[in-house]
C-alpha cells in the first residue's frame, strides 16, 4: 500500500512535512528499539555478572561447577529470545507499519489544531480525483485550499510531534548501563572486587586488567558457553574418578579410595594439533593404546583449564626441546596412559637439582625457568597459569542425613589421598583447598555383587593318609596328592571364607557370582594386588584361581565389580595347618631311683609308660642312649714308696692279695668318677611294639603301586582314613624272670653284660636314655622330636642291685617286727581279759571294760594291716624288680615264697580272721540277751578263739621275719663279696697302670742315658 497519494505528490510544498515527519518517524522507532535492545541486554549483563562474579566472591559458589550446562543455555537463550522479541516488536513490526498521508496529516493536525485549522486532512482527501467529484468540489477550489494549506505549513516544527525527550531518557539510561556501570564495576575492582592475585608468583593486576578480566571470564562462560571457571589459588584434579562424575558403591563394600592431585601448571582450552600429533607420537613409542588415551587428552577441558603438558611447550616456547627417546627413563607420568605433565616435569627436576652435566637436564632447566617466567606475565594469564599448591586438602561429602569433613593425607608429586569410610547412604562429595573446589561428585550406594557359590577343591599331600612298604622307598610319596571333590565353603552368614589344609595342599577355587562380573582381584587389606592369587574370569558369571603346595597363610580379599563397575568383596583366608614336629613323652616304671639314676643289671627290660602322638601321622619312635663306663679314681702312681713295694705284689701271682692288703693299708681309698674316654655317639632302637601297630592296622602299608592307583581316585573328604597319628607306651607284661618277650628295650641288646661264669669283673656304666619321635613327613620333613625327660640309668651287677635292695629290706624287715611288737601288747591285753572272766563272781560292771579294750586291740589290727599291706607292696615291687631285671630265678622264687606269698596270706586271711575273732569277743560280752552266767560263759569261749587266731597270726609273722632274717644274711654276706670283689680289682687296676709306668719309664731311661 503507498505511503502517500500520487496527486499530493504534484504539490512538493504539501508533501514535504509529511514526507519528513514519515522519516523522522522510522528514525525514532530505530533509535528507541536500539536503546531498548542495549537497556535489557546490558542490564541482563550487568544482574547476571552480579549473581555469577557475586556468587563466586562472596560464597564460593562457581555456576560452571554447581549448574549443568544447559541451564546455562536455557538462560541464554531467553536472553536471545528476549533481543529477538524486541527487535520483531520494537524494529521490524513497527517499520512495516503504512504510514499513509492522511495519518500524518492527522497527526500534525492533532498536533497542531489552531495552526492547520483542518485545512491539511482537506486538502489531503480532496487530493483524490474520486472524491473530488464525489463531493462535487472544482478544480480550482482545491488549488486555492492547497496553496493556503502550503502558506499555513512554511515554518511548522514538525520534530515536536515525536515525543524526543523519553528517546534522550532511554539514551541516558543506556549510558547509564554501559559507561555508568563500568565505571561503577571499576570503582569496585579499584576497592578490591576484582580478580584477586593468584598462583606462586603472584602477579600485580591493574584495576582496569582486573575488571576487564572479570568481564572476558564472564563473556567465555555465558555468551560462549564455555567451561570457564573464575581465577582461583590453587587447583586440583581428582585422580581415576570417572568422567561421568559418578560411582556406583556396593554395599559393605570397603572404603572408597579418593586421590586427589594439586596441579601447578594450567594451560587454558584444548591442546593443539601439533601437541595431539606429539601425544600421538608418544602412545605408539610406549605401545600404548591410543583410542582412549587420545579422547582424554584432545578435548575441551571440563573447566576451561587443563595441566600443561610437555606436548603443549612448543605452543609456547621457541627454546630446544628434549626428544621423547631422549627423555630419562624414570621421568614418566603416574599413570603410562597420561600425558607428561609439567609438574611431573618439575618434581623429577627436584629429585636431580644436583645433577649436573646432563643436556637433557639443562634443557628441561631451561624449559621451566621459561614457563615460570611466562607464567609471572599478566598478558599471559587467561591462557597460562603458575598455580599455588595447598598445604591441606578437605573432603566434605553430604547426603540426606549425614554431612562430613575428612582431610587427606598428602604425599608425594603434590598427591593427597584418602578413604570415605561407612557409607550408609548415596553421598556427593567435593574436594577443596584454598578457594578452589572440584565440581561435585557422588556415590550412589547399591547392593553390591554377590556370591552364590564358593567351591574349593582340595588336593593333600599322600603321605598323609598312605604309608609304603618297608621294601619301597618312602619317597617315592613325595609330589604325590589325593584329591577330593569341591566342597561349597560360601559360609553363608560370615563375610570371610576360611579354608584350613594341611601344609602342602593344592587348592582349585571356583565361585559364581549373582550378576555378570567384568573384573575380579584379589588384594589385601590396604587394596595392593596379591601375586600369589590370580584370580581369572572363566565366563560371565563364574570365575577361578588355584594356588599349589600352600605353606603359608594367606589372607585377603576377593573383589569383583559388575558391568556398571560396582564393587563386591568377599574376605578369604587360606591356613595351612604346619605338619610340625610330633610330641613324646615317657617315663620309667617299676625301677630303683637312686642319687646315680635308676639301678638296674645289664640284661635288664627296661619297663616305660609314655605316649608319642602327630597330628599327621607317625613315621617311627624309637628310644636312645648314649653309655659311659663308670671307673675308680686312680691313685697316685709316682709314690716312690708304693714303687718300691711293686716287686712284693709281682712276684706271683698268688701274692697278689698281699699286695692289695699292703696298698689298701697305706693308700686312701679310692672314689668312682666317669671315664675320660671321648662322649660317644647316642645308639637308637625303634620299638617293636609300634611296628607291629604298623602292621597290624588295616590299609596302613601298602606298596607305592597301589598308592598310586588309589590317587587316581577323587575322594570325598568325609570318607579319608588318617594314617596313625598315636601310640601308648606300655610296659611289657611276663610271667617268669626267663621267660624271653619282644620288649620294647632289651638292655641286653647294649653287649653290657660280662659272659656267664666268666670270673672278670663287671663294670658299672653310666646311661643316659630319651625317647624319640618322628613324623610321616616325606616332603620337608621327617621332624624329629625328643622327649622333654632324659633318664640317667646306673647300670651294675645283680650283685650292686641285690646289696642295694637288701637295705631296703632291712627297713622292711624293722618295720615288721615293730607291727609284731605292736600285736604282742594287743595279745597281752587278751590275757588279761582272760584272768578277768576266770575269775569267780564276774558282774556285769566288769564286762564294759573288756568290750572297750576289744575296740582299742580292732583299731590296733587295722593299724598293722595297713603297715603290713605296704610292706607286701614293697615286696610286689621289688619282685617286680627281680623280674625286670632278670635276677637269679631261685633268689625271686625263694622271696616270693617265703616272704611275698605269706604276707598275700597274712594280709588276706590272718588279719581278718584275727579281726573277726576279736569281733566275736566283744559281741558276746555285749549280748545282754543272756544271763548273767550264759553271758560270762559265751564270752570266754569266743575269748579262747581269740587268742588262737592271735597265736596263727603271730607265728605267721614270725615265719616272715625268719625268712627275712635268712635273705638279709645271704644278702649281706653277698654285699661283703662284692666289696671285696670291688676292691681287688681296684688294686689290681691300679698295679697294672703302676707296671705300665714303670715300663714306661724304663724305656725312656734306656733310650735318653744322658738324661
Request: charged share 25%; net charge neutral; proline share 5%.
Amino acid at each position: 500500500m503507498a505511503d502517500q497519494s500520487p496527486h499530493l505528490n504534484q504539490q512538493p510544498a504539501l508533501s514535504g512535512p509529511l514526507v519528513f515527519l514519515r522519516g523522522r518517524i522510522r528514525q525514532y522507532v530505530i533509535l528507541e528499539a536500539v536503546l531498548g535492545i542495549i537497556i535489557f541486554a546490558f542490564a541482563w549483563m550487568w544482574l547476571d555478572l552480579l549473581l555469577d562474579y557475586g556468587c563466586y566472591r562472596l560464597f564460593g559458589i562457581d555456576w560452571v561447577q554447581a549448574m549443568p550446562r544447559f541451564l546455562r543455555i536455557f538462560l541464554l537463550g531467553v536472553l536471545t529470545l528476549g533481543v529477538v522479541v524486541l527487535t520483531a516488536t520494537r524494529i521490524a513490526l513497527r517499520l512495516n507499519k503504512d504510514y499513509r498521508d492522511d495519518s500524518l496529516a492527522l497527526l500534525l493536525e492533532n498536533k497542531f489544531p489552531d495552526r492547520l485549522n483542518d485545512r491539511l486532512i482537506t486538502a489531503v482527501e480532496l487530493s483524490s480525483p474520486a472524491v473530488l467529484r464525489e463531493r462535487g468540489a472544482s478544480a480550482e477550489l482545491l488549488q486555492q485550499m492547497l496553496l493556503e494549506t502550503e502558506e499555513r505549513l512554511k515554518g511548522l516544527p514538525v520534530d515536536e510531534v515525536l515525543d524526543w525527550k523519553r528517546l534522550k531518557t532511554l539514551g541516558w539510561r543506556a549510558l547509564g548501563l554501559t559507561l555508568g556501570m563500568y565505571l561503577v564495576a571499576l570503582g569496585l575492582s579499584v576497592a578490591g572486587a576484582g580478580i584477586p592475585n593468584i598462583g606462586t608468583d603472584e602477579i600485580n593486576l591493574s584495576s582496569m586488567q582486573s575488571l576487564h578480566e572479570v568481564l572476558l571470564t564472564w563473556m567465555d562462560r555465558n555468551v560462549s558457553l564455555k567451561n570457564v571457571i573464575w581465577p582461583r589459588h590453587t587447583y586440583l584434579e581428582l585422580v581415576g574418578f570417572p568422567e561421568s562424575g559418578q560411582v556406583r558403591v556396593g554395599r559393605d563394600a570397603p572404603p572408597f579410595p579418593v586421590k586427589v592431585r594439586a596441579v601447578k601448571y594450567l594451560i587454558a582450552g584444548r591442546p593443539s594439533e601439533r601437541a595431539v600429533s606429539r601425544f600421538n607420537d608418544y602412545l605408539k613409542l610406549k605401545n600404548i593404546d591410543q583410542g582412549p588415551a587420545m579422547v582424554r587428552f584432545d578435548r575441551r577441558p571440563p573447566e576451561g583449564w587443563r595441566a600443561l603438558t610437555y606436548f603443549d611447550l612448543e605452543d609456547w616456547i621457541s627454546l630446544k626441546i628434549p626428544a621423547l627417546d631422549s627423555l630419562p627413563p624414570d621421568l614418566k607420568p603416574g599413570r603410562p596412559e597420561d600425558p607428561l605433565s609439567f609438574d611431573d616435569i618439575e618434581h623429577f627436576l627436584e629429585k636431580h637439582a644436583n645433577d649436573s652435566g646432563s643436556e637433557v637436564l639443562d634443557s628441561l632447566k631451561a624449559c621451566l625457568d621459561a614457563i615460570r617466567q611466562l607464567g609471572g606475565n599478566a598478558i599471559y594469564r587467561r591462557k597460562l597459569r603458575v598455580m599455588a599448591i595447598p598445604e591441606n586438602v578437605v573432603i566434605r561429602s553430604w547426603g540426606n542425613s549425614s554431612n562430613n569433613t575428612m582431610t587427606l593425607q598428602r604425599g608425594a608429586g603434590n598427591e593427597y589421598s584418602g578413604q570415605i569410610a561407612d557409607l550408609r547412604e548415596s553421598i556427593d562429595f567435593t574436594a577443596q583447598a584454598l578457594d578452589y573446589r572440584t565440581a561435585n561428585k557422588r556415590l550412589v550406594l547399591v547392593p553390591p555383587p554377590m556370591l552364590l557359590k564358593l567351591m574349593v577343591e582340595e588336593s593333600h599331600p599322600a603321605y598323609l593318609y598312605y604309608r609304603t612298604n618297608p621294601g619301597d622307598n618312602p619317597s617315592g610319596l613325595k609330589g604325590l596328592k589325593q584329591r577330593f571333590e569341591a566342597q561349597d565353603m560360601l559360609q553363608s552368614g560370615s563375610d570371610m571364607s576360611r579354608v584350613t589344609v594341611p601344609e602342602g595342599t593344592s587348592l582349585i577355587v571356583t565361585g559364581e557370582a549373582d550378576t555378570d562380573l567384568a573384573l575380579i582381584r584379589a588384594v589385601n587389606k590396604a587394596g595392593a594386588k596379591i601375586d600369589a592369587i590370580n584370580p581369572t574370569l572363566t565366563g560371565k558369571r563364574s570365575f577361578s584361581f588355584s594356588t599349589e603346595n600352600l605353606r603359608e597363610e594367606i589372607s585377603f580379599y576377593l573383589e569383583y565389580e559388575d558391568q556398571e563397575g560396582v564393587l563386591g568383596r568377599r574376605g578369604m583366608l587360606l591356613k595351612p595347618n604346619t605338619d610340625e614336629a610330633p610330641n613324646a613323652d615317657f617315663e620309667p616304671d617299676a625301677l630303683r631311683r637312686t642319687k646315680d639314676g635308676f639301678m638296674v643289671t645289664p640284661l635288664a627290660r627296661l619297663p616305660f609308660r609314655g605316649n608319642a602322638n602327630d597330628a599327621h601321622g607317625l613315621g617311627d619312635i624309637r628310644y636312645a642312649l648314649t653309655v659311659k663306663k663308670v671307673e675308680s679314681e686312680n691313685l697316685n702312681v709316682k709314690d716312690l714308696f708304693l714303687i718300691s713295694a711293686i716287686p712284693q705284689m709281682i712276684s706271683t701271682h698268688g701274692s697278689v692279695l698281699g699286695g692289695v692288703t699292703f696298698l689298701g693299708a697305706v693308700m686312701p681309698s679310692g672314689k668312682k668318677t666317669e671315664s675320660k674316654e671321648p662322649e660317644k655317639e647316642a645308639r637308637r632302637f625303634s620299638l617293636p611294639s609300634f611296628q607291629k601297630l604298623l602292621e597290624s592296622t588295616p590299609g596302613e602299608i601298602k606298596t607305592l603301586a597301589a598308592i598310586k592307583d588309589e590317587l587316581t581316585k577323587s575322594k570325598k573328604l568325609s570318607e579319608r582314613r588318617q594314617a596313625v597319628r598315636s601310640f601308648q607306651i606300655q610296659p611289657d607284661t611276663f610271667e617268669k624272670i626267663d621267660e624271653e618277650v619282644q620288649s620294647d628295650f632289651a638292655l641286653g641288646k647294649l653287649g653290657l653284660a660280662v659272659p656267664g661264669g666268666s670270673n672278670a669283673y663287671q663294670p658299672r656304666y653310666r646311661m643316659e636314655f630319651w625317647l624319640e619321635a618322628l613324623d610321616h613327613d616325606v616332603e620337608t620333613g621327617p621332624h624329629l622330636v625328643t622327649s622333654k625327660e632324659r633318664y640317667m640309668f646306673f647300670i651294675v651287677s645283680e650283685s650292686d642291685l641285690l646289696a642295694e635292695i637288701a637295705r631296703e629290706e632291712e627297713k622292711h624287715k624293722l618295720a615288721l617286727e615293730q607291727a609284731k611288737g605292736q600285736l604282742l601288747e594287743s595279745e597281752a591285753r587278751l590275757g588279761i581279759s582272760s584272768l578277768d572272766l576266770a575269775a569267780t563272781g564276774v558282774k556285769v560292771e566288769q564286762l564294759g571294760p573288756m568290750a572297750a579294750r576289744c575296740d582299742e586291740i580292732e583299731r590296733n589290727l587295722e593299724t598293722k594291716l595297713a603297715n603290713t599291706n605296704e610292706i607286701l607292696e614293697a615286696y610286689t615291687r621289688i619282685l617286680r624288680e627281680f623280674k625286670l631285671n632278670r635276677v637269679d630265678a631261685e633268689r625271686y622264687k625263694r622271696v616270693q615264697d617265703t616272704i611275698h606269698e605269706p604276707l598275700r596270706k597274712i594280709t588276706l586271711v590272718e588279719f581278718p580272721a584275727t579281726s573277726r575273732a576279736i569281733d566275736s569277743f566283744r559281741k558276746a560280752l555285749e549280748d545282754s540277751s543272756l544271763t548273767l552266767d550264759k553271758r560270762v560263759e559265751a564270752s570266754r569261749t569266743a575269748l579262747a578263739e581269740s587268742r588262737s587266731q592271735f597265736k596263727k597270726l603271730l607265728q605267721a609273722i614270725d615265719e616272715v621275719l625268719a625268712a627275712m632274717g635268712t635273705l638279709t644274711d645271704i644278702n649281706k654276706l653277698v654285699a661283703m663279696l662284692r666289696t671285696i670283689e670291688e676292691e681287688e680289682r681296684k688294686q689290681f687296676d691300679l698295679v697294672q697302670k703302676i707296671h705300665e709306668e714303670l715300663v714306661r719309664k724304663t724305656l725312656e731311661d734306656a733310650l735318653n742315658p744322658g738324661k
